[in-house]
């Protein structure tokens, strides 16, 4: 219980002193420095991520960077756990946004750096709104921004994934960019297999080899789905 007490403390204290940083951000933008506001952005959100994941005293094994193309892509991986978007942006050496709940939209100064980086927040109650997010997140994609987006759509909270929704695969096919899949695995047991209690874990992260979307036929873009989380779940215990 002190570790999470720990925790919350520092991520709420952490992110309330970094309104001097939102500042100088927002400077560099204003003076048409895009790529210095990109670049430290993604430096200083992926250094506040890393010591968060540090705070957990979790480990996390990340495999197969060199699969990440040096274009844009779309990042499709399953969702075990709240500390996945901490992994992302912290050991996911690409600047990225993410599509993301709209819940994290209300958590003051977070909301801000999500902004920032690129992220697009979506109400999957709402299937207009949802379909705004994900046109707002394919505009990004067309200008240059890689994403990472979750189709099971909300936490599995264990091995187990939930169904792919298929509109997320429009993030690629779209905009013809590669996709890049993703395995969690073991990241609900830093929180959410300890009823919300942070502990210790070990967390293994398969980056996959890219599919390339371009010349896919519209077969193939309609078995795409099937075939990510295929390999999304060759990764994955007790899959039986």
């Known amino acids: 219980m002190i570790r999470t007490i720990i925790w919350y403390f520092k991520f709420s204290f952490l992110l ?56 844009n892509v779309v990042f499709i991986s399953n969702h ?14 690409k600047q990225k946004g993410f599509v993301a709940k709209m819940e994290l939209k209300k958590v003051p100064m977070l909301r801000t750096w999500m902004e920032f980086i690129g992220c697009i927040f979506m109400d999957r109650k709402d299937l207009r709104q949802s379909l705004n997010s994900i046109n ?7 200008n240059g921004h890689s994403m990472v987006i979750f189709p099971e759509g909300t936490r599995s909270k264990g091995d187990k994934m939930g169904n792919f929704k298929a509109g997320s695969f429009k993030l690629a096919t779209k905009t013809n960019v590669p996709i890049v899949p ?5 990241s609900y047991k830093i ?17 996959h080899p890219p599919i390339y979307t371009k010349d896919l036929s519209k077969e193939d873009k309609e078995y795409l789905p099937k075939r990510v989380k295929k390999i999304i ?7 039986d």
């Open 80 to 93: 075990q756990g709240d500390f996945d978007i901490a992994i992302f942006m912290a050991l996911i050496p």
């Open 182 to 186: 993703v395995t969690m695995d073991g």
């Open 136 to 142: 707002e997140a394919i505009n990004l994609v067309k």
């Open 191 to 207: 929180k959410e297999q300890n009823g919300g209690f942070i502990k210790p874990a070990t967390v293994n992260v398969y980056i």
């Open 233 to 239: 779940q060759s990764k994955l215990p007790n899959q």
């Open 16 to 71: 309330l002193i970094s309104y001097p940083f939102i500042l100088k951000a927002r400077r560099l933008l204003k003076n048409g420095k895009e790529k210095e506001f990109k670049e430290y952005c993604f430096n200083l959100s992926s250094n506040w991520a890393k010591n968060r994941i540090k705070d957990s005293k979790s480990t996390v094994n990340v495999y197969g960077v060199e699969n990440i193309p040096d274009e």
